[in-house]
């Protein structure tokens, strides 16, 4: 279900709209800081709750702290955490996926029982357990997603694993003599690369919205530090006196997973081709 | 039959352990023992070691494990520190409520979803196809508590048409319980439908390139026809998996639209649990939302071969 392609159509849009995105969402998060008209952190009590003007571009919030600012510190903390739940997950993935694809049986059979039962928790629900653990901290959230999305990347990298096992390459180097380990590190892994990459960007959004649901919680990034979700939160009580509080971060989580989604869809159409009608 | 049905119930007991241990484990990696955390930080240490003895929280692990395990199979889920309650009516009761409203917002979502995927398939690179892409794309970007929150700040502030905080149950007034869940409902509804809709509308695709969807064609049936008949039977059981993957998942998920409607659900019963460090709830919520997704997707697979009976053989 995960990788597959929905046989949407190669959409031009997909590719420019999406890129587009994903670029801006990564020059933000590496440059947001110098463009930041303010200190995220800098309290304004006169400035308490001020709409958008020419001082606060996108309003001030309930500490007279800017909001603009505190959205392009947010990318950054979004984008680094989900960047590096991904990897963690992916590399914890592609170790547990590689062995069980590639040694089967009883190896095979044992993990893919424990990857499967770990699959039976939604991903949110043993993200918020693994919280509970950890405290509401950064490395929680980065851990506790990480964990908890490992199992689909078991599940796709085993699936590709079978597949490339029986293929000719595989059986060459085995021929040749190579131990395990070289087969699987030069010749198996490389083949992974493509649907891993597709899965890591699919990822990256599913990342970017369970860390602001978390911080949404309470349960996410901690305060006073901004992230778009636990910006969402503390502006909830104020959606009345002001409603930017809580149109600003939302919109920018929603145009990002847009972007995510779209170049995911591009990414697909480009490095499989096979799912092409 | 009888087999398949034996064979997938005997699948799901590994699972249930697993999920048994993985709970048990995660909650005995909280810090602070259970023992002091009930008894609070001016507890005497001889007071916290009865308390440990009284627990059984000096036996060795895997005693713990199989009496705790025991317990659960007995519907004994232990007492909340905070409340005292005994945690099982407690979810059964939040349950209720998170439920209702979970199941009538999937039944709509498949209502809207699988007609607007198979249009957009029989469509398939024209505008009706990009228009329920588009909008699928769209939904599935926005994040359901953001929604939420905005339908409240439009239908709840500005237009003042509904109810911005409260949940009335169904038994006490039927009407004031609709006005109150149709927001949370609503949200849940086009977020939901998002993936429903790219579902159908791909297995609908891949059905229409069958061959029998070619004969039905040349037959001369007329185009409704060949695609409500035969390819809307074949084509419905993926979504059909998919509807039991979000029935379960969103019953952990729901826990951000009953924090932006307040409602007294099973998710805000765990976040709260959470927040308590109230480990017995935190505990049950977890094992029984994971329960409940274990059973519904069992379900889901059992009724599959109905659908398509290639998968019993």
Redesign the interface.
């Known amino acids: 279900?995960i990788a597959?392609?929905?046989?949407?159509?190669r959409?031009r849009v997909n590719r420019v709209l999406g890129g587009t995105i994903v670029a801006l969402l990564i020059a933000v998060a590496v440059f947001g800081p110098y463009l930041a008209p303010y200190d995220p952190l800098a309290l304004d009590l006169k400035a308490r709750l001020q709409g958008p003007s020419t001082a606060h571009w996108l309003g001030a919030d309930e500490f007279g702290r800017d909001v603009l600012s505190r959205l392009l510190y947010g990318a950054r903390t979004s984008a680094w955490i989900a960047f590096a739940t991904v990897a963690f997950s992916i590399t914890l993935g592609l170790a547990i996926g590689i062995a069980a694809g590639y040694f089967r049986g009883w190896t095979d059979r044992l993990l893919m029982?424990?990857n499967?039962?770990?699959l039976?928790?939604?991903?949110?629900?043993?993200a918020?357990?693994?919280?509970?653990?950890f405290?509401a901290s950064r490395w929680g959230i980065i851990v506790a997603l990480g964990i908890a999305y490992t199992p689909v990347v078991v599940r796709v990298v085993r699936g590709t694993v079978m597949s490339i096992r029986e293929s000719e390459y595989v059986e060459a180097s085995q021929v040749m003599g190579n131990p395990e380990a070289t087969t699987m590190i030069r010749h198996v892994l490389p083949n992974c690369a493509a649907p891993v990459l597709v899965l890591a960007t699919t990822m990256f959004?599913w990342i970017v919205?369970s860390e602001?649901?978390l911080s949404?919680?309470?349960?996410g990034v901690p305060p006073p530090a901004p992230s778009w979700g636990n910006m969402?939160a503390t502006g909830?009580p104020y959606?009345?006196q002001a409603?930017f509080l809580?149109?600003f971060?939302?919109l920018c989580?929603?145009?990002t997973?847009?972007g995510v989604?779209?170049f995911g869809?591009a990414l697909r159409d480009w490095l499989d081709p096979r799912m092409a009608? | 039959m009888g087999r398949f049905i034996l064979a997938r119930l005997a699948t799901a007991i590994p699972t249930l352990l697993i999920v048994a241990i993985t709970v048990f484990v995660l909650m005995r990696m909280v810090p602070g023992d259970p023992a002091s955390l009930m008894l609070g930080d001016l507890a005497e240490p001889e007071q916290v070691a009865a308390m440990k003895h009284r627990m059984g929280l000096d036996e060795p692990i895997v005693v713990q494990f199989g009496v705790w395990l025991g317990n659960v199979l007995t519907g004994d889920f232990g007492h909340s520190i905070t409340t005292g309650q005994a945690v099982l009516p407690l979810i059964i009761d939040k349950f209720r409520i998170s439920a209702t409203i979970v199941l009538i917002a999937v039944f709509f979502a498949v209502l809207i979803a699988v007609p607007a995927g198979m249009v957009a398939a029989w469509r398939q690179d024209r505008w009706p196809d990009y228009t329920v892409i588009a909008a699928s794309t769209l939904f599935l970007s926005i994040p359901s508590f953001w929604l939420g929150l905005m339908f409240l700040l439009i239908f709840g502030l500005k237009l003042g048409w509904l109810p911005i905080v409260g949940y009335v149950p169904f038994s006490e007034n039927f009407g004031d319980a609709l006005l109150a869940i149709l927001m949370p409902v609503g949200t849940l509804i086009l977020h939901e439908s998002g993936p429903l809709t790219r579902m159908a509308r791909a297995s609908t695709i891949e059905v229409a390139r069958l061959d029998y969807i070619t004969h039905a064609r040349a037959k001369g049936l007329s185009e409704p026809a060949v695609i409500w008949r035969h390819a809307f039977k074949n084509a419905f059981a993926p979504t059909w998996t998919m509807i039991g993957l979000i029935l379960g998942s969103l019953l952990a998920n729901i826990a951000v639209i009953e924090t932006v409607f307040t409602i007294p659900g099973l998710g805000r019963l765990l976040v709260d649990g959470i927040y308590a460090r109230d480990y017995p709830v935190v505990q049950g919520c977890m094992l029984y939302i994971a329960f409940v997704y274990v059973a519904v997707n069992l379900l889901v697979d059992l009724v599959y071969p109905l659908l398509d009976p290639r998968v019993t053989a």
């Open positions: 279900m597959t392609a929905f046989n949407l159509p959409l029982m424990v499967d039962a770990l039976a928790f939604p991903g949110l629900l043993l918020l357990g693994f919280m509970a653990v405290g959004g919205l602001s649901a949404f919680l309470g349960l969402l909830r959606i009345g409603p809580v149109i971060p939302g989580i929603s145009v997973l847009l989604n779209m869809d009608a």
